[in-house]
Nanobody, 115 residues
Framework: QVQLVESGGGLVQPGGSLRLSCAAP????????MGWWRQAPGKERELVAT???????NYADTVKGRFTISRDNAKNTMYLQMNSLKAEDTGVYYC?????????WGQGTQVTVSS
């Protein structure tokens, strides 16, 4: 079983910033496409951003210009830099790795944007 471990969540005021991290096993990280998803209370899980093994990125319209996804293959870690946070960004953030029809999820990290 592949284990993905998220960290970096917390409570932040509107307009603030957070950086999430997702650590993955070195055996898969460099070849897997990675992504961040989030789930707000009472809502379905939604895509936030993705980054391919080659570094191509894609963002949900709701976070474009505010969030930046990146990966460091040497550290087997993916990041999500979140700026100008809004209350509607609140939720549990999950990282996902996928390739060849296989997908793996982390356990999630809570992000709460509130004054």
């Amino acid at each position: 079983q592949v284990q993905l471990v998220e960290s970096g969540g917390g409570l932040v005021q509107p307009g603030g910033s957070l950086r999430l991290s997702c650590a993955a096993p070195g055996s898969i990280f460099s070849i897997y496409d990675m992504g961040w998803w989030r789930q707000a209370p009472g809502k379905e899980r939604e895509l936030v951003a993705t980054i391919t093994s080659g570094g191509w990125t894609n963002y949900a319209d709701t976070v474009k210009g505010r969030f930046t996804i990146s990966r460091d293959n040497a550290k087997n870690t993916m990041y999500l830099q979140m700026n100008s946070l809004k209350a509607e960004d609140t939720g549990v953030y999950y990282c996902k790795a996928e390739k060849y029809g296989y997908s793996y999820w982390g356990q999630g990290t809570q992000v709460t944007v509130s004054s």
